[in-house]
C-alpha cells in the first residue's frame, strides 16, 4: 500500500484546510486509517483515526475543530481543519493499518504499516 498526502499550506489563524491522504490497493475498506503530525523539537502526535467498523478517535487538542473522513470507492481519506491555531504548524502524515486496531493502540504511530511522505501545515498568527 503507498499513501500519497495533499493539501497543505500557510493559513492564518482561524482558517481551514483539508488534506487529503489518497490510498493504492484494493482492500481499503479494511485498513484502520490515521493522521498524525509532528512539528520541530516535539514527538510525533497522534491527531486523528478512523478504525475498521466505523470509530472515529481525534487526539485530544485537535477534538471539536478537525474531522477524519474516508471515502472507501475512492481509495481516499481526509483531515478537515478548523479553527486552525499556531500551534497546529506541523507536517501532517497520513497513515493506515491492514485490520482493526484497539484505542489503546491506534493512538500510537509504531502500530501503523503504512505512511504518506507528509505536508507541511503552516498557521501563521
Known amino acids: 500500500v503507498q499513501l500519497q498526502a495533499s493539501g497543505g499550506g500557510l493559513v492564518q489563524t482561524g482558517g481551514s484546510l483539508r488534506l487529503s491522504c489518497a490510498a493504492s490497493?484494493?482492500?481499503?475498506?479494511?485498513?484502520?486509517v490515521g493522521w498524525f503530525r509532528q512539528s520541530p523539537g516535539k514527538e510525533r502526535e497522534f491527531v486523528a483515526a478512523w478504525r475498521t467498523g466505523g470509530q472515529k478517535y481525534y487526539g485530544t487538542s485537535v477534538k471539536g475543530r478537525f474531522t477524519i473522513s474516508r471515502d472507501n470507492a475512492e481509495n481516499m481519506f481526509y483531515l478537515q481543519m478548523n479553527s486552525l491555531k499556531p500551534e497546529d504548524t506541523a507536517i501532517y502524515y497520513c497513515?493506515?493499518?491492514?485490520?482493526?486496531?484497539?484505542?489503546?493502540?491506534?493512538?500510537?504511530?509504531?502500530?501503523?504499516?503504512?505512511w504518506g511522505q507528509g505536508t507541511q501545515v503552516t498557521v501563521s498568527s
Open positions: 490497493g484494493n482492500t481499503f475498506s479494511r485498513y484502520t
Open positions: 497513515a493506515a493499518n491492514a485490520g482493526a486496531l484497539i484505542m489503546s493502540t491506534l493512538v500510537n504511530g509504531d502500530n501503523y504499516d503504512y
